[in-house]
């Protein structure tokens, strides 16, 4: 992946996930008379909508779920699409910034958890190849995992690219014209200030500081049946 030149944080450009991809991250949880269904998906929003019906169809059928799932599946992930193109075409601010991504998911029988630092200005940048990557890394053979930690991490990428439309849009009410990225928390971009450059190279969007980062290396723990059954159930009671 080539890094993209920073952009001038003093002016705006128009919405979009700082991705080489500009897709969204889909998320359902639905439950229907005691059936419960999750998962998490990208979805390419340029798709005509009509795609959207036949996609809940299919699941539905391939899952064996009852039909009355289609309609709440559609609904889901219409509604997520109709969210994120309220965006398209709004301003956004954006500097030479650098976020943290946390990852803290269980797929399966798989825990991940993770914190990593990820280039903001590298609009080629590729979550799915990260991801790709990272699995063969530490060996993570669930074909599951991957799409799950890729997800995650454009989940908060889209957060980050949301709260930089209302600064821009904040910048313009107050006429002050404050930068977007300072009203990303700290604790998101970690309060760093480093040469983008230096720290990614050219080719890269994420990185892992051995020096500073060393206590938040990548853990993968590989659960029982039995565990993962106690933690599906403390989610159900969490959920209620």
């Not at 009509?50 to 539905?60: G, L, N």
């Amino acid at each position: 992946m080539k890094s993209s030149a920073s952009a001038n944080s003093k002016s705006p450009f128009k919405f979009r996930i700082p991705t080489a991809e500009n897709l969204v991250p889909i998320r359902l949880d639905i439950e229907i008379d005691g059936q419960r269904f999750k998962d998490a998906f990208t979805w390419n929003p340029t798709d005509p909508d009509s795609e959207v019906v036949v996609f809940a169809k299919r699941t539905v059928k391939d899952l064996k779920l009852p039909p009355a799932f289609i309609t709440q599946i559609a609904q889901s992930i219409q509604s997520q699409l109709t969210e994120f193109r309220s965006f398209e075409g709004q301003d956004m601010y954006t500097g030479e910034k650098i976020i943290t991504i946390k990852l803290d998911l269980r797929v399966n029988n798989t825990l991940i958890r993770d914190q990593f630092l990820w280039d903001l200005n590298n609009y080629e940048s590729d979550p799915e190849e990260f991801s790709r990557t990272f699995c063969k890394d530490l060996g993570i053979e669930d074909p599951e995992v991957g799409p799950a930690i890729a997800v995650a991490i454009r989940e908060q990428l889209y957060e980050i690219a949301v709260q930089n439309v209302v600064s821009a849009r904040e910048s313009r009410l107050s006429k002050k014209g404050r930068r977007g990225f300072e009203h990303v928390s700290a604790s998101k971009t970690g309060g760093a200030s480093v040469d983008l450059m230096k720290l990614f190279g050219h080719r890269s969007s994420a990185v892992r500081k051995r020096k500073d980062w060393d206590i938040y290396e990548p853990i993968v723990d590989l659960l029982s049946n039995e565990e993962v059954d106690a933690l599906e159930a403390k989610e159900e009671r969490a959920a209620r």
